[in-house]
Every structure is written in C-alpha cells, then in structure tokens.
C-alpha cells in the first residue's frame, strides 16, 4: 500500500507519498481502507516539529493523521467478525497513521458511519464536530445571545456557526478575507472580513465570543464583549492565544472560559456519537474542502497554513 510519511521534521514538502508494508491488525483491532483521512492545524504543527499541548512528538519516520473514515476489511483476535465490510469512522487519539490507505487501529474507536452521511463528512465530525460540541456545550448558547465566532469559516468554526444559530443566537461570524466572510454569511450568520481594519465597526452588544483564533483578532473579540459577558477559548491558530488579564475581566464582568481540557477529553466518545448523529439527523452540515487526494498531503498542509482554505480539510482516495 502508500501511505504519507514524514522522515525530518519540517516544511510541508517532507511529506512524502511512499509505498509502505500492509499493516495487520493484532488482538482487539481492525484493518481499515481508508475512504478519507482528516488534516487539522495540529497536524501541521507536529509536522514542523512544533507540538503542541499533550501532544507529542512521533519517532520518525512516521505516518500522520488521526482521523479516518473507511471500510473494515479484515479483524484481530477477540474482534467480532460482523465488522468486516461495514463503513467506519474513527478518530485515532494521539496515535498517527491516518494519511495512509490502509490502517488499524482499536476496535473500540470504531463508529458505524451511519447512511447517507460520506466518508469525509463523518472524518469531519469525528473530529471537529466532536470538539464543536463540546464548546457548544461550555459556552451553554441562548436565543438572548449576539454570538460573535473567530474563525468562523473554518471547519470548526462553520459548525459552531450553525449550533449557534439553532440555538436561536443571533450569530456574527468573523473570518480573514471577502470570501470568507461570503460564505459565513451563505450559513446565515453575519459575514465580518477581520483582515478589514475596520471589520469591528458598528458591532455592539456581544454577549458571547467563541474564540479559537487568538492574537490581535481574538483580542479585538474580546474588546467587543458587553458587559456581564463571557468568552469561550479553545486555541489560537494565529500562533499566538489571545491576550487577557484578570483586570480585563474586573472591569466588565466578563467570565473567560476553557473550551477543551479534561472536562471535555473524558467525554469524547459520548461526543462523537452526538456529533455523528447530529449530521446524520442534518442538524448539522460540515463545510468541506476536498480538493486534496491523498497523495497531496502536503499541499494540503501548505494551503492550511497559508489560510488558503475553507472548511475542514479532508484528503480523499483516487
């Protein structure tokens, strides 16, 4: 089989499409061909040798990738035969292997894909709606809510749009670039183009801000916030987490709240079995950007880097 492997850490050109052994699966595990494989900003981040968080960083050469969506073709010992030929989706945790056509893994991360949802769809939800639902669930949305989402055209930030909305908010959602802010505003929401240096004017009354880009944009979020209310934090793709202090929250009565963390790591099976139903139900749409076939991973990490994407980034197979 090929797979995507990295042998130095680095720019995305390390990335390399090489013929690799077929992996076999041990007691209490399956062998997955892989339909799709999803591409997160972690990913890149470990790529260049730069981890962040928990996350450590792999013994080379490795194959990354956490999550993939696929067909069960062969089981381990103490696995039930019935798993064979059924379509899948499994995040991986923090072991890798997923930009691979072939893989294994745990029979216990496996989700049934339930019909009619795709295998990039579930790659999306498995992963990214399970980290929007659990923001969802911090921030606590209301229909008395101005919701203003950093981010907002990204794949994590597309969803919290919708659950936003469907909460009954009403929702503004900030993302760098025109057409950025056009498809924002095709999800319903109000489109702000924050690379405008005045994309913050006239905005008044936000209640809520969930903030998953940090830097100066998560700062002017912040700024926005009325009185009494709060901000939800779950990363900072700008490279830099948004800047506030204790006198920050004193002087409007703010509350600042972690988006991920233990609270959320201890639910995640309970997370991704929501976020799957929710997109099967069509509660909620993942907006998908699948240009890349798998071999292309690394273009796929340059385009994400570079925030030449829109949505989340699936690498599909030939």
Do not use: C
């Not at 997160?40 to 450590?56: E, K, N, V, Y």
């Not at 019935?82 to 989700?111: C, M, N, P």
């Not at 990039?120 to 209301?142: E, K, N, P, S």
């Amino acid at each position: 089989m090929h797979a995507i492997r990295l042998h130095a850490f680095g720019p995305a050109d390390n990335l390399r499409w090489e013929e690799v052994d077929d992996p076999a699966p041990g007691a209490g595990e399956v062998l997955v061909d892989v339909a799709a494989s999803g591409v997160h900003l972690l990913d890149t981040s470990i790529r260049r040798g730069t981890a962040m968080g928990p996350f450590p960083l792999p013994d080379l050469p490795a194959i990354p990738g956490r999550e993939v969506a696929g067909v069960v073709v062969a089981v381990g010992d103490d696995v039930d035969e019935a798993w064979v030929g059924r379509r899948v989706v499994a995040h991986l945790g923090q072991a890798s292997r997923g930009y691979a056509e072939r893989v294994v893994t745990d029979a216990a991360r496996l989700h049934v894909l339930p019909g009619g949802v795709s295998p990039a769809a579930g790659v999306a939800m498995i992963g990214t709606g399970r980290t929007a639902l659990g923001v969802l669930d911090v921030a606590d949305v209301t229909e008395e809510d101005v919701v203003l989402v950093t981010g907002a055209a990204g794949g994590l930030g597309a969803l919290l749009v919708q659950g936003a909305l469907r909460a009954g908010a009403t929702v503004l959602g900030a993302a760098g670039g025109a057409e950025k802010a056009a498809r924002v505003r095709a999800l319903g929401a109000t489109g702000l183009d924050y690379l405008r240096p005045d994309w913050d004017a006239g905005v008044e009354g936000v209640t809520l801000v969930l903030d998953g880009v940090g830097g100066d944009a998560g700062r002017a979020a912040l700024e926005l916030l009325a009185p009494g209310g709060r901000i939800v934090l779950f990363g900072w793709s700008s490279g830099a987490p948004t800047r506030l202090t204790t006198e920050d929250l004193l002087a409007r009565s703010l509350t600042a709240s972690a988006g991920l963390g233990p609270h959320i790591t201890r639910r995640l099976r309970e997370l991704e079995e929501r976020a799957l139903a929710a997109v099967a139900a069509g509660a909620l749409e993942p907006v998908l950007d699948e240009r890349f076939t798998l071999d292309r991973a690394a273009e796929a990490h340059a385009a994400l880097e570079t925030r030449g994407t829109v949505g989340k980034v699936v690498l599909v197979r030939d």
